[in-house]
């Protein structure tokens, strides 16, 4: 088989899905028919290359087998994801394998490079450059605030000096008071001996004089003044004042003088999952692939498989009729596993933004969180049993609930462990859900609440104040079995997609309700776990095939 004609024999228009293309834009990478080439070259938002296909694929190189050099390989082994030759096929190495024409997955690539470059030009890239335009922005401010707690620090020692020699002034005159205080005390009492002492002195001439006369009525008259000069003046004991200074208690002035809070420079992680949330930058425009396909097809060990929850883009978290959570790659290889903490099977598995894994346990009214293998319950419910649960934008966890009695269900909004808000009627009180025990929930990028509730056949949607939008029923019906709602996820675009385990295929609705499509060409069996990824491929866990396939359905 000559690969140049492989691909050209069944190759449709992109454009309007139904004529043979014989030609090809090599510019936009899509089909022609010869209908469509005018109205796509009257397009002037792109200079565009149309080209006959033969002549397009005249100009593809194909790729030499590895393992037979003298073969060309015709065809891609999808398990494998190598290209084969007609010689790998018939040696049986690839049997039972996926097996596409090579020039089909060199068109997909192709599809895959143009996403990808539309992504790194219109989003990533803008979103550096507007990181690295914010950091000149960063260091003026940090200069700024450095001057201003320089100038804050300056002011507060100035204060401080100020009431430093305020305290000192104080003291000084404090002193200045004692000393003339004193002064005067010793001065009255200078003043009083003095007197004294001369009243002694004078006393003493009069005893000589007389000592010396003859008069006899003069000594007859002397009256002695000895007793009164014996009591001498009290003597002043002076204490004199003395300063005691403080030993300086360095951290007990820090905490007086005021002290600078740490510089806080953390790295906050934005992986391209957020972004392509819509969260930091709205996300890539995805319309809808005219044909879903299946590019990845993962066994599991599980008998019966239920959830699934993408870890990132590359792991996926599993859980089923057993009592393991496991985490697969997409090659199918077990990575992790661990038991839920009561060895009972978890009914349904979230990942928050943290990008730890959060189970809830109906048996054990328990919703539990696992950080670094270790298991925490952060919820433990009285009175009512978790089922499904979701982690929101805004990293709160949304959980339906039904009473132990099953006479009544809620979903709940906890903040870590603090219930924040409770969704269980309409406008009229009516309840807004059956007491089914089926039920999974998903938050929307509008912030809607979608749950999908087997009991009543129904997908109910709230907006985040807990208000009725709409119900979702499975019309416009033409489907040829009942309505059977599992798994519900949405995607970057806030569609809503809801895995039907009695048809067998995949609803997918706008965010409005609008019914946009379903995917019934994959050949799932039984779907009922659903999760996207950052680029909004479909995770459909099979449930009794214990499978997951990864869906390609947005371009």
Known sequence: MDPRHSLQDVVYCTLCQTSIAPMCCEVCHIHLCKDCVEKHLSDSSNVHKVVSLKQYLNTLNYPKCVIHPTKQCELHCEQCDIPICVQCISSGKHLGHKQIDILKTFENKKQDLQRDLKELETIIYPKYKEMISSIPVQKADLNKNSNELATSLHKQGNIWHMEIDIIIKNLISNVEKMESRHLDVLNKQEDEITRTIAEITQSIDE??????????????????????????????????????????????????????????????????????????????????????????????????????????????????????????????????????????????????????????????????????????????????????????????????????????????????????????????????????????????CNLDVCVSDNGTRAVVIVNKAGKLRFSYTGTPSTTKKQFDPRGITTDSQGRILIADSNNQYIHILNQDGQFLRYIDNCDLRYPWGLCVDSRDNLFVAECRTGRIKKIEYSM
């Open 207 to 444: 005893l000589k004089k007389l000592m010396n006369s003859k008069d006899v009525y003069l000594v007859s008259e002397y009256k002695s003044r000895n007793a009164e000069f014996r009591r001498l003046p009290p003597k002043l004991k002076v204490l004199f004042p003395n300063f005691m200074p403080k030993e300086i208690h360095r951290e007990q002035l820090i905490e007086q003088f005021g002290s600078l809070s740490e510089l806080s420079c953390k790295t906050v992680e934005q992986d391209y999952s957020i972004l392509a949330q819509g969260t930091e930058s709205s996300p890539p425009d995805r319309s809808l692939m005219v044909v879903p396909r299946v590019i990845t097809d993962i066994k599991t060990e599980y008998t019966r498989l239920y959830g699934v929850n993408c870890f990132n883009d590359a792991e996926i978290w599993t859980c089923g009729n057993n009592s393991m959570i496991k985490l697969y790659n997409h090659q199918g290889e077990q990575v992790k596993l661990f038991q839920t903490e009561s060895g009972k099977i978890a009914d349904d598995i979230a990942v928050t933004k943290n990008g730890d894994l959060v189970y809830t346990d109906y048996i054990d009214s328990t919703v539990n969180v696992v950080k670094n293998t270790q298991i925490q319950t952060v919820i433990r419910l009285q009175g009512w049993r978790p089922l499904g649960v979701c982690s929101t934008s805004s990293g709160d966890l949304l959980i339906v609930t039904v009473a132990d009695d099953n006479k009544q269900a809620k979903v709940v909004r906890f903040s870590g462990s603090l219930q924040k808000q409770t969704i269980q009627y309409n406008d009229k009180g009516q309840p807004l859900y059956s007491y089914d025990v089926i039920k999974y929930i998903s938050e929307n």
